[in-house]
Nanobody
């Protein structure tokens, strides 16, 4: 189970930190990721992190977003800096590759 939080409405250039609480799995065994979806478009992988801390990012968010994990707390985070209007989406966390079980996501809206 995945429970996302931390979204909101911000202006371009501002920051947000998303959090995801994970339950029901042996967290340390899995790679985790953040995904996002805009209505009418496919969900896309934004950032991933393996269980040894190796990270990977969508090209458009490199150098702006940072994914991290806390295995003791079973949490995944996404620090989003320099937000742009095109980052507006619902953000989800899940395994990587993703499982069939999705949380409700958290809405991020970037607008002036």
């Amino acid at each position: 189970q995945f429970v996302e939080s931390g979204g909101g409405s911000v202006q371009p250039g501002e920051s947000l930190r998303l959090s995801c609480t994970v339950s029901g799995i042996i967290f340390g065994d899995y790679s985790m990721a953040w995904y996002r979806q805009v209505p009418g478009k496919q969900r896309e992988l934004v950032a991933g992190i393996t269980n040894d801390g190796t990270t990977k990012y969508l090209d458009s968010v490199k150098d702006r977003f940072i994914i991290s994990r806390d295995d003791a707390k079973k949490m995944v985070y996404l620090q989003m800096n320099g937000l742009k209007p095109e980052d507006t989406a619902v953000y989800f966390c899940n395994l990587r590759p993703y499982s069939a079980s999705w949380g409700q996501g958290t809405q991020v809206t970037v607008s002036s």
